[in-house]
C-alpha cells in the first residue's frame, strides 16, 4: 500500500510559467515532508522541506504546502526554467514512526519546454 | 573527497554471484540508508542503520545484508544475487533523526544476468 502518491508521472511546463508538482500521503504520523530533485545517472538531491507544524516554506522560486488536512503537499516552481527539468520526488517521514528512511512517491518528471 | 561515493558506479553480475555495493560518507552522519529505485515503483528502502552495529530492515529487506562496523561504511551484500534485484541502487546520509535532509550518493547501476 503505498503511503506516498505522485500521480502525475509526468508534466510538461512552459519556461516562465509555474509549475506546480503534487503529492498525497496517507500515513498521519508523517511529520517531515521534503522533495528531492533527479537528473538522469545522479543521485537525488535535496530541494527543500516542511514541518508538519508548518503549512508554507519558501526558498527561492521554490514554495512547498503543505495541507495537513487534506494529506496533501505540493511544490511550486516560479518561474519555471529549462533546468527544472528532471524527475521530482516527494519524501515523507516520521518521529518514531518506525523505520527511520524516508518514504518516497514513485516522482513525477517535469518537463520544461522553451 | 567530502561527500557520500558508492562503488562501483556499474556492475554486472551473474544469477547466484554474491556481489557487495559499497558506501562510504566523510560527513560522520549517525544515519545510512540503502534505496533501490525501480520503474514505476520509485525509491524503496532496503535497509537502513542509526549508528555502528546497530541496522535495521527496510521495506524491501529480502535477499540483502548489511553490515556497519565503522560510522562511514555501510556495505550492501547480496548474498546470491537474482534478476529481480536488478535495479539502481543509492545510498544516503543522514545527520541527525527525523527533521533533517538526508545525503544521496551518485547511484551504482546492478544488472544480474
Known amino acids: 500500500d503505498q503511503q506516498v502518491k505522485q500521480n502525475s508521472p509526468s508534466l510538461s511546463v512552459q519556461e516562465g510559467r509555474i509549475s506546480i508538482l503534487n503529492c498525497d500521503y496517507t500515513?498521519?504520523?508523517?511529520?517531515?515532508f521534503l522533495w528531492y530533485k533527479k537528473y538522469p545517472a545522479e543521485g537525488p538531491t535535496f530541494l527543500i522541506s516542511?514541518?508538519?507544524?508548518?503549512d508554507k516554506n519558501e526558498d527561492g522560486r521554490f514554495t512547498v504546502f503543505l495541507n495537513k488536512s487534506a494529506k496533501h503537499l505540493s511544490l511550486h516552481i516560479v518561474p519555471s526554467q529549462p533546468g527544472d527539468s528532471a524527475v521530482y520526488f516527494c519524501?515523507?517521514?516520521?518521529?518514531?514512526?518506525?523505520?527511520?528512511?524516508?518514504?518516497f512517491g514513485k516522482g513525477t518528471h517535469l518537463i520544461i519546454q522553451p | 573527497d567530502a561527500g557520500i561515493t558508492q562503488s562501483p558506479r556499474y556492475k554486472i553480475t551473474e544469477t547466484g554471484r554474491q556481489v557487495t555495493l559499497m558506501c562510504h560518507q566523510t560527513?560522520?552522519?549517525?544515519?545510512m540508508f540503502w534505496y533501490r529505485q525501480d520503474l514505476g515503483h520509485g525509491l524503496r528502502l532496503i535497509y537502513y542503520?542509526?549508528?555502528?552495529?546497530?541496522?535495521d530492515k527496510g521495506e524491501v529487506p529480502d535477499g540483502y545484508v548489511v553490515s556497519r562496523s565503522k560510522t562511514e561504511n555501510f556495505p550492501l551484500t547480496l548474498e546470491s544475487a537474482t534478476r529481480s534485484q536488478t535495479s539502481v541502487y543509492f545510498c544516503?546520509?543522514?545527520?541527525?533523526?527525523?527533521?533533517?535532509?538526508?545525503?544521496f550518493g551518485q547511484g551504482t547501476r546492478l544488472t544480474v544476468v
Open positions: 560527513w560522520s552522519h549517525s544515519y
Open positions: 542503520s542509526a549508528a555502528a552495529d546497530i541496522t
Open positions: 516542511i514541518s508538519s507544524i508548518k
Open positions: 519524501a515523507a517521514s516520521a518521529v518514531g514512526g518506525g523505520a527511520d528512511g524516508l518514504t
Open positions: 500515513n498521519s504520523m508523517f511529520d517531515y
Open positions: 544516503a546520509s543522514r545527520g541527525g533523526r527525523v527533521g533533517t535532509e538526508a545525503f
